[in-house]
């Protein structure tokens, strides 16, 4: 899927309208959120709880437009837990938000 870097202001416009400062402020939280749900992920201690955490993170990205983030979220909810590779890439994708 290709990234595209406007879609999440997009969604954040289309529901908040054009205030720019409440814009950035709801998207820092969506940021912030999803680092915590990354967290979550990397440290689950089971593959229910890793499922659980990627699930989130999916519907989280899914929420915003994060296309990208939802792709990545959806794929590590159907491997094992600890999948390092797959945890680097939603860490990558979540830095260029």
């Known amino acids: 899927m290709a990234?595209?870097?406007g879609a999440?202001?997009?969604?954040l416009a289309a529901a908040l309208g054009e205030d720019s400062a409440l814009i950035a402020e709801v998207r820092l939280a969506f940021v912030?959120?999803?680092?915590?749900?990354c967290a979550q992920l990397?440290?689950?201690p089971d593959d229910a709880?890793?499922?659980s955490a990627a699930l989130r993170l999916k519907g989280l990205a899914a929420s915003f437009g994060a296309v990208r983030l939802m792709e990545i979220?959806?794929?590590a909810a159907h491997h094992?837990?600890?999948d390092a590779q797959l945890v680097?890439?939603?860490e990558r994708a979540i830095a260029r938000l």
């Open 88 to 90: 680097a890439r939603i």
């Open 73 to 75: 979220a959806a794929r």
């Open 80 to 82: 094992p837990a600890g």
């Open 8 to 11: 999440i202001d997009a969604t």
């Open 32 to 37: 912030d959120s999803a680092a915590r749900t």
């Open 42 to 44: 990397k440290s689950a």
């Open 49 to 51: 709880a890793w499922r």
């Open 3 to 5: 990234y595209d870097p």
